[in-house]
């Protein structure tokens, strides 16, 4: 089972910026394929962003495209997201997810395709 613990969330106006951690343990962090999900208030859990064990490989939800870039460093254990020109609509709790049986080049979307969650840290866009 792997450990996740997200970092970095907190209250920022419409047009800034956040930049979120999640530490990883437990397993080999480089055999591991990483997503970020979120659910606001009222509503189901949503993909944001993933990334292969490849770290050139990487795939984003519509909404978040051009504004927010998943990263990951093996050697920290970490992945990021960092989010950009955010806007209240992107208020959200954001978690951090692994998948351990994740081939070299895919990501994943789904959220039952992730073996492990982390316990969310709340991101507030207020306008």
């Known amino acids: 089972q792997v450990q996740l613990v997200e970092s970095g969330g907190g209250l920022v106006q419409a047009g800034g910026s956040l930049r979120l951690s999640c530490a990883a343990s437990?397993?080999?962090?480089?055999?591991?394929?990483m997503g970020w999900f979120r659910q606001a208030p009222g509503k189901e859990r949503e993909f944001v962003a993933a990334?292969?064990?490849?770290?050139?490989?990487?795939y984003y939800a519509d909404s978040v495209k051009g504004r927010f870039t998943i990263s990951r460093d093996n050697a920290k254990n970490t992945v990021y997201l960092q989010m950009g020109t955010l806007n209240p609509e992107d208020t959200a709790v954001y978690y951090c997810a692994a998948r351990a049986r994740a081939s070299w080049g895919s990501v994943a979307l789904l959220h039952y395709q992730y073996d492990s969650w982390g316990q969310g840290t709340q991101v507030t866009v207020s306008s």
């Open positions: 437990g397993r080999t962090f480089s055999d591991l394929g």
């Open positions: 990334i292969a064990r490849n770290p050139s490989i990487t």
